[in-house]
């Protein structure tokens, strides 16, 4: 990314909160113009202390007493806004996120992790979140600081505020090479970082199966070295950030106390007053500060060019043509004519000029051995992954369409193995059919067999853990067929719904939907003989 973009992508990023950050600057700079006033009413105030000049005294005590409370009335508020700017942009850029990648086809982002995924939208996006509310405002008012500062001292002697110039070594950190250098040291970490985050939520979510096979102490040694790795690499970029810092403030440590020497050498020669040297002095702070505060913001700018690539990274992930959806009659068909299908970055055919014709109200099997593409099938016809070649349209008797996201709406597909969210089984089901009654919810469990939800003590109430833990992956799964009965959508898609089920439970599954079911066109992935029999079709991929 060159910088060009990075600045046009945080111009773009702060919309809808430049007035708050334009407002945060004013009042940094409103704190500046009261700094500078304070440090010229001390002077006045020290001078008539010291008989060097006349004037009103105590006004000149209370102009500095109201501009001390300014100043504190000022920090409060501004660190009030700059703390809820940065929640407000970080929500705003999670959720915008959150949402594109919620809408992206399924092979956009299965390449990238989810822990990574997460990685970035929790710490990439505070780290830009922190730059745009609090580095870059407060970035402003600092070199309007320095600025003010140095014409305040250029007032009072020109040769004093020449000696400030010689401290701008922070020129040194904006340098080409530095930053090339700082962004390469930050990027190796922020991959590092998101590694740990996947290989923790792997093993924290499969920690049952590391367990059973003895591999904690394995899982242990991989996150030490991971860790190890992290370390060595922050610690690399920690000395060459103190280094250059160190080189920065070494500089104007030395422009300072020679600027101090230079004023106390004026006072003895009796060139300047005592109440300038005081204002010298307070100047020279003024001017300090902002100069060490300027090295970290430069250094928090190339730290967040890699979070800003990251999320771009993110945001630049395909998404799907959001159009109305093609709602279709009742029981829709839905028609395969010579399909092709490739994954991305794979020659194999997964799908090979396939044809078939899953009538209105068929109830059709697919058979085939493991990997052969089955669940494949049912994402080509879900629209979830589109054909390379072929076409495949639903249809009812008045209207066909080509399948694509806006027809997903007649489509309900229930995926393979356990897929409850955290909540309780009512949250779930009501993911199907967000308006559904008790008595549909009752409905669909009947019909999926998941009628022994109403025999668990806290019945529709019971919660699901992560990954639906707290139920068996059977009981988890007809919930899964209940929360897709209650989903409108004439085409049933079911990937081996009756995998982890006995035969009774199997039976008594297959006879409620064929009775039951009677508006959808149902399609059915199995590797089971006794599933496909209660079938009106089968077919073999
Ligand atoms: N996201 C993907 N990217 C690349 N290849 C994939 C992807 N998903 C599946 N495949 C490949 O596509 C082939 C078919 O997979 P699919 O899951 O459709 O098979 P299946 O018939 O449903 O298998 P099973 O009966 O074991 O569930 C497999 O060889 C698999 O390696």
Not at 248 to 274: D, E, I, M, N, P
Not at 284 to 301: D, S
Not at 399 to 419: D, H, K, L, M, W
């Amino acid at each position: 990314m060159q910088i060009k973009e990075y600045i046009l992508w945080l111009w773009k990023t702060t919309k809808g909160v430049r007035a708050t950050m334009a407002c945060n600057t004013i009042f940094g700079i409103l704190h500046v113009g009261t700094s500078i006033f304070f440090i010229w009413t001390s002077k006045h105030l020290i001078d008539i202390a010291t008989g060097k000049s006349e004037g009103p005294f105590v006004l000149f005590v209370c102009i500095i007493v109201v501009c001390v409370v300014l100043q504190q009335l000022l920090s409060a508020v501004i660190k009030r806004q700059e703390s809820l700017t940065e929640t407000k942009l970080a929500n705003r850029l999670r959720h915008s996120l959150f949402i594109h990648i919620m809408k992206g086809p399924l092979t956009s982002s299965e390449n990238i992790h989810t822990g990574d995924i997460i990685n970035r939208l929790e710490k990439d996006v505070n780290i830009v979140a922190n730059l745009l509310s609090h580095v870059i405002p407060s970035g402003c008012v600092t070199s309007i600081r320095m600025f003010a500062a140095f014409i305040f001292l250029l007032s009072l002697d020109i040769r004093l505020a020449g000696i400030i110039l010689l401290i701008m070594p922070v020129t040194l950190l904006s340098s080409k090479r530095h930053i090339h250098k700082m962004r390469k040291l930050t990027e190796n970490i922020r991959i590092t970082d998101s590694h740990i985050q996947i290989y923790l939520q792997d093993n924290l979510q499969h920690r049952t199966l590391i367990s059973a096979l003895s591999a904690t102490n394995l899982a242990s040694q991989r996150l030490f070295s991971l860790q190890n790795i992290l370390y060595r690499q922050i610690k690399c970029r920690t000395d060459f950030y103190i280094f250059s810092r160190t080189m920065v403030q070494s500089g104007f440590a030395a422009g300072h106390t020679t600027a101090f020497l230079w004023g106390v050498f004026c006072l003895w020669q009796g060139t300047v007053t005592f109440g300038t040297v005081t204002a010298f002095i307070q100047l020279a702070n003024q001017v300090q500060q902002p100069i060490v505060k300027l090295g970290n913001h430069i250094m928090a700018f190339i730290h967040t060019f890699t979070s800003v690539e990251r999320l771009n990274g993110l945001a630049t992930l395909k998404t799907e043509k959001q159009d109305t959806p093609i709602k279709l009659g009742n029981m829709p068909g839905i028609r395969l004519e010579n399909v092709y299908f490739s994954y991305p970055n794979d020659d194999r055919n997964i799908i090979e000029n396939f044809s078939h014709n899953f009538i209105p109200g068929s109830l059709t099997a697919i058979l085939g051995k493991s990997g052969t593409g089955k669940s494949t099938l049912l994402h080509l016809l879900a629209a979830l992954l589109i054909p390379q070649k072929g076409n495949i349209i639903l249809y009812d008797r008045k209207q066909e369409a080509v399948a694509s996201p806006q027809t997903r709406c007649n489509i309900v597909y229930v995926p393979q193995g356990n897929t409850l969210l955290n909540g309780t089984i009512r949250d779930n089901l009501l993911l199907g059919k967000p308006d559904a009654s008790d008595e549909e919810l009752h409905d669909a469990l009947i019909v999926s067999a998941a009628d022994f939800v109403y025999e668990l003590p806290q019945g529709l109430n019971t919660p699901c853990r992560e990954l639906g833990t707290g139920l068996s992956e059977g009981q988890a799964q007809r919930i899964a067929i209940a929360r897709g009965l209650l989903h409108t959508g004439g085409i049933l898609l079911l990937d081996e719904p009756t995998a982890s089920l006995d035969k009774d439970t199997e039976r008594i599954l297959l006879d409620r939907l064929t009775e039951s079911v009677l508006d959808k066109t149902i399609i059915i992935v199995t590797h089971k003989q006794s599933t496909a029999q209660f079938c009106t079709h089968i077919v073999n991929i």
